[in-house]
């Protein structure tokens, strides 16, 4: 790997996309310890400790809202976006049409994806600052001179513009990186403020249980291979297209297979599903100091059973990974429309009649193998629960969506860096690896 690297230092061309990738990357990395004005960060601080979701979100802002900087909403807008676009292609016609335009109808869908990133980051940032601004701890109010009331409307819309911006900044470098660099490069982002937070955990971890770095090292780096194995998991479906003569030339007759992928979801499920499995201990935290008996009684019971430390929190969080994880790789596989493309291109399974057979028999394996994938992501989310009685604590090195995401951009980039390294005659990552 070392060498492979070495190789890649040697090329212009690839040492110049490798050096801008990381210059971006630190870019991003300053401009997310740019605090907004009037944010009182010890408050911020204690804030944090003490509510999960803000936890959650700041994973995929990389780091940026643990001190709600300027790019406090990181990329997670512009994801947010492409994922309703993507949910919203099959619904609507236009979009469906768009997507079968080739390059242009992507441009199209591009453009959509950024118009809608910007009332998503502002409703975002409205959320967000509105829970900062009504929590406090013993340093007192997170965000001052933020509301709707008379004085303040000014400093909102302020922090609103400044957060939608400060995204669609984000937004723009992983762009960058995508045209210049190397890797995708929202992804990138994201890596670059997983993999910064993990000596803060690690100092954590330190001062309460100096061995349990130990232990969950080791389990970070088992988990790191199970995910890598079902990650580059795939069942291939061979197929086979006609021989087809167009005038003096003979077209098809060749043999080739579809890779259905064990996991194709990949961390998508697991967003959805904490983002559900949080909901409600968020929504009744607001309600537990409620004057209303029934009210502050209903919404202790919610925060009880949707605690964290609960068994049934974990036990939904695993249901709801493995549900959305074949709802996610079902819709996926429905816009593909892979039937009708061997249908026009004239390949067909052998074995299987072309149109509705060969639908039904690409579902059935699809479901099949899914299974695995589901159960292992099921498995991945509620680690933090089956490591608790050895570590005693749910911390991880690195959390479970952060762990899939961190291994997925590794891989996506040495499959890019080998790629190119093939183009120049020298061998790969994981070629050498093999």
């Known amino acids: 790997m070392l060498q492979a690297l ?23 990395r300053f401009a997310a310890h740019v605090p907004l004005p009037g944010v009182n960060l010890e408050a911020l601080r204690q804030v944090f400790q003490q509510n999960q979701l803000l936890g959650f979100l700041d994973m995929f802002s990389g780091g940026a809202m643990s001190t709600f900087s300027v790019m406090a909403l990181g990329v997670y807008p512009f994801i947010t976006a492409q994922i309703v676009l993507q949910l919203l292609t099959p619904i609507i016609p236009v979009l469906d049409r768009l997507k079968d335009e080739g390059d242009a109808g992507r441009q199209k869908l591009n453009l959509y994806t950024h118009l809608l990133t910007v009332p998503l980051a502002a409703l975002q940032g409205l959320g967000q ?70 000596p803060q955990r690690v100092g954590q971890l330190w001062v309460a249980n100096p061995w349990s770095i130990l232990v969950l090292v080791v389990i970070t780096a088992i988990t790191v291979v199970g995910i890598v194995i079902v990650h580059e998991g795939q069942r291939r479906i061979p197929v086979h297209y006609a021989k087809r003569v167009r005038g003096t030339r003979i077209y098809g007759g060749q043999s080739t297979h579809i890779p259905l992928q064990v996991n194709s979801a990949g961390m998508i499920p697991l967003i959805f599903a904490v983002s559900i499995i949080m909901l409600p201990g968020v929504v009744a935290s607001y309600f537990v100091n409620a004057e209303a008996d029934f009210v502050r009684n209903v919404a202790l019971w919610v925060t009880r059973i949707f605690d ?127």
């Open 6 to 28: 070495s190789n890649a230092f040697k090329l212009p061309d690839l040492r110049k996309k490798i050096i801008f990738t990381l210059v971006i990357l630190v870019i991003y």
């Open 129 to 198: 600052a509105s829970i900062l601004a009504r929590s406090s701890g013993a340093a007192g109010p997170v965000i001052s001179n933020f509301g709707l009331r008379p004085g303040t409307w000014l400093p909102t819309l302020a922090t609103l513009a400044t957060l939608t911006a400060g995204t669609m900044f984000a937004v723009w470098l992983g762009e960058l990186i995508d045209q210049d660099g190397i890797g995708n490069g929202l992804s990138i982002i994201i890596f670059g403020g997983i993999v910064a937070r993990i």
């Open 308 to 434: 964290s430390n609960g068994v049934f929190y974990w036990f939904m969080y695993f249901v709801l990974v493995v549900g959305f994880t074949y709802f996610y790789t079902d819709i996926i596989f429905q816009q593909q429309d892979l039937p009708e493309m061997l249908r026009r291109q004239g390949g067909f399974i052998p074995g299987i009649r072309p149109g509705a057979p060969t639908a039904e028999f690409l579902n059935g394996v699809l479901r099949r193998i899914t299974l695995v994938g589901a159960l292992f992501l099921g498995i991945v989310a509620i680690l933090p629960f089956l490591v608790r009685p050895l570590v005693g604590t749910s911390q991880m090195l690195i959390t479970s969506t952060g762990l899939l995401i961190v291994v997925g951009v590794v891989l996506d980039t040495m499959k890019q860096l080998e790629a190119q390294l093939l183009m120049r005659h020298y061998e790969g990552f994981i070629r050498r690896m093999r």
